[in-house]
């Protein structure tokens, strides 16, 4: 069975991508040896569940405001879906897809970072456990 094993962000300032997703998530990241425009990212222990990424400058223009998603779209487990849109929004970003339950998951809400990008924030629910 093939596995996701990278993700990558496309951002046209990428040092406002590192900010926004450091401070939101405490992602870590690490430019790329050589000359290569490019940020690996780390999610988290590598003993935790997950995968990492990387970060790139965007080789064209900025998604259309309300154009259809033509993309792969991330979603990140975090323990409050309601406080990590607010520190999304506080940092720049929006919340596009309202908070919604998932029954038997959890609690799901979509966001965008300041580059255009939509992201998931996903809450598990705990008593489904």
Same mark, same amino acid.
């Given at each position: 069975?093939? *596995?996701?094993?990278?993700?990558?962000?496309?951002?046209?300032?990428?040092?406002?991508?590192?900010?926004?997703?450091?401070?939101?998530? /405490?992602?870590?990241?690490?430019?790329?040896? =050589? !000359?290569?425009?490019?940020?690996?990212?780390?999610? =988290?222990?590598?003993?935790?569940?997950?995968? /990492?990424?990387?970060?790139?400058? *965007?080789?064209?223009?900025?998604?259309?405001?309300?154009?259809?998603? !033509?993309?792969?779209?991330?979603?990140?487990?975090?323990?409050?879906? /309601?406080?990590?849109?607010?520190?999304?929004?506080? *940092?720049?970003?929006? !919340?596009?897809?309202?908070?919604?339950?998932?029954?038997?998951?959890?609690?799901?809400?979509?966001?965008? /970072?300041?580059?255009?990008?939509?992201?998931?924030?996903?809450?598990?629910?705990?008593?489904?456990?």
């Amino acid at each position: 069975m093939a *596995r996701v094993v990278h993700f990558e962000i496309q951002a046209a300032n990428p040092d406002r991508a590192i900010e926004f997703y450091s401070n939101l998530f /405490d992602w870590k990241f690490q430019k790329f040896p =050589g !000359n290569t425009p490019y940020w690996l990212i780390s999610t =988290g222990s590598p003993e935790e569940p997950g995968i /990492d990424g990387g970060l790139l400058p *965007r080789n064209g223009s900025l998604p259309a405001e309300g154009a259809a998603v !033509n993309c792969y779209v991330c979603t990140v487990q975090v323990s409050s879906v /309601d406080e990590s849109v607010k520190k999304a929004t506080e *940092r720049g970003g929006m !919340n596009v897809v309202p908070k919604m339950a998932i029954p038997g998951v959890g609690w799901l809400a979509y966001c965008k /970072d300041p580059e255009g990008n939509i992201f998931g924030v996903m809450q598990p629910d705990t008593s489904a456990a």
